[in-house]
């Protein structure tokens, strides 16, 4: 049954992003962004999530200030201590479908997730990565959804494509000798895609792959919604962006997000520098390292919160960093290698040997670290909140692309925006060390001028009348017309 709003009430917007720091980061920034303009956010996470985020991030006192601001969670059916991503992630997608849509369901029926002020959440804007079962559960209850896609558009427009690419044969990929061919099943992609480049769930042999499948149909949702959100901005994907629009009736980009929040914030007189929407504790004595080190010297090393190297890819990387003469900061979290390898033992040899031009931390304060004048490189897996941080900040990058939208983004890093050379499936300390000396030295000049036109399309765009800003007024606009 349709609910009724009582007159007066101020929009509730439910925010469900999928368990993933890299999910959970954006999700926050959006949640800021529209408690500034007025809307009230309940911001949903499974139980797994909240309790890493209210254990180590600043979340909880900064979003006192934003009146209607309500932290809820939500069971996803597994234990604690279950995987929540890699190979066992089916099962994950699987327990989410079962357990927590019963659940949502009924909370958002029985008004669970509302206040005395705004108790009925008005639009929920719900993950890309969850999209099926959250749409349906807001078809029946007749609440307006919009979907937050947390990759680059051409990421989410390659994945849209995919049954385009199983109907013309181009999946399954028919072995290794066909990885460097240009793939045709991506319209306007034409002539810049390999094999290579396509999102990693299509590295399968099988197209009935549950998580091919199952990714395939969670992106094809968005043409279900009343909309769909993207943290990018136009001068960057335009042209993707008009594809997605053929299909999707309402398309918000309204990023990069974390210079909109914090241009916003300014606005406000508000200072965020230190703020941290951390699921891991942040070690930030690595900010007096690079305090002492001179301007544009370091090479940043992080592959984002997910991604698990072998011992040998481990290796492989210090040996390049090491060799490059180059100084680095690298983040390796704890549960940064494969289980079961020997390469806790191999670390402690390492940070041994990096004492003099290295420093070690398992979590940085990322975005400040790009943004300190010392970094002068980024050696990233192409994550897309990484890939835009870095944009912003102007600083190049070398892309070793690990899953999902990764090998998507870091192609268009090298051959389209140019701003970061591509390392997509090689790791061997020859090429690292080569490519970092590329991006220090001798390339340095074009890809840092790239870099730096980049971040300054990225200012425009999230500055008052700048493409990014006004789709972010009419969101607020849209959603203050579903509060009906
Ligand atoms: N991040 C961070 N400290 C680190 C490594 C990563 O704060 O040491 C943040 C980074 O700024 C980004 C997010 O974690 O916002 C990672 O998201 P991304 O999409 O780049 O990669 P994912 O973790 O999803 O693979």
Same mark, same amino acid.
């Given at each position: ?80 201590? %279950? ?35 705004? /108790? ?28 937050? %896609? ?18 013309? *044969?181009?999946? /399954? ?6 990885? #460097? ?61 008009? %594809? ?90 704890? #549960? ?16 041994? *040997? ?50 999902? #939208? ?66 972010? #007024? ?11």
């Amino acid at each position: 049954m349709e609910k009724h709003v009582p007159h007066g009430c101020p929009p509730r917007v439910l925010l469900f992003p999928f368990s993933e720091q890299g999910h959970v980061n954006p999700f926050l920034k959006l949640a800021e962004l529209l408690g500034l303009g007025g809307v009230h956010v309940t911001f949903l996470s499974t139980y797994y999530i909240h309790n890493r985020l209210l254990l180590h991030s600043d979340v909880q006192s900064r979003f006192k200030t934003y009146p209607g601001f309500i932290f809820k969670a939500i069971s996803d059916g597994l234990p604690d201590d %279950h995987p929540r991503s890699g190979e066992k992630s089916y099962e994950f997608f699987k327990a989410l479908n079962v357990v927590t849509k019963k659940l949502l369901k009924h909370m958002l029926a029985s008004d669970e997730l509302g206040s005395d002020i705004s /108790p009925s959440v008005t639009c929920i804007i719900a993950d890309g990565l969850l999209a099926e079962f959250t749409t349906n559960i807001a078809t029946e209850l007749h609440i307006p959804i919009i979907h937050f %896609h947390v990759i680059s558009a051409c990421a989410v427009w390659a994945l849209f494509s995919i049954p385009n690419l199983i109907e013309n *044969g181009e999946l /399954p990929i028919r072995g290794k000798e066909d990885m #460097d061919k240009l793939v045709t099943g991506v319209p306007s992609m034409e002539g810049l895609l390999r094999f290579r480049d396509l999102p990693s769930f299509c590295r399968t042999s099988d197209v009935k792959d549950p998580i091919l499948q199952g990714i395939a149909r969670e992106s094809r949702q968005c043409t279900r919604a009343q909309g769909l959100i993207l943290n990018t901005f136009e001068e960057l994907e335009g042209p993707i962006l008009s %594809h997605l629009r053929t299909h999707c009736p309402n398309v918000y980009p309204i990023g990069p997000k974390h210079t909109h929040l914090k241009l916003k914030l300014a606005k406000k007189e508000v200072i965020s520098v230190q703020s941290t929407n951390s699921l891991f504790k942040t070690d930030r004595s690595c900010m007096a390292w690079l305090d002492a080190q001179p301007l544009k010297s370091v090479m940043y090393a992080s592959f984002g919160s997910v991604a698990v190297l072998t011992r040998d890819e481990l290796i492989e990387f210090w040996y390049g960093l090491v060799n490059s003469k180059k100084r680095f900061l690298w983040v390796i979290r704890p #549960d940064f290698y494969k289980q079961g390898d020997d390469a806790k033992d191999v670390l402690a040899e390492l940070l041994e *040997g990096t004492k003099e031009r290295g420093y070690l931390v398992g979590w940085a304060p990322q975005e400040e670290v790009l943004e300190h004048p010392a970094v002068g490189g980024f050696l990233t897996h192409s994550g897309w909140n990484s890939t835009m941080e870095s944009a912003v900040a102007g600083v190049p990058m070398i892309c070793w692309p690990r899953r999902a #939208d990764q090998q998507v983004n870091s192609r268009y890093v090298s051959e389209v925006w140019k701003i970061g050379l591509d390392m997509k499936d090689v790791s061997d300390r020859k090429v690292v060390e080569k490519m970092v000396n590329e991006v220090m030295v001798e390339r340095r000049e074009e890809l840092v001028n790239a870099a730096d036109e980049m971040c300054k399309l990225a200012v425009k765009s999230v500055s008052e009348g700048g493409s990014s800003h006004c789709n972010f #007024d009419r969101l607020i606009e849209d959603i203050y017309k579903m509060n009906k």
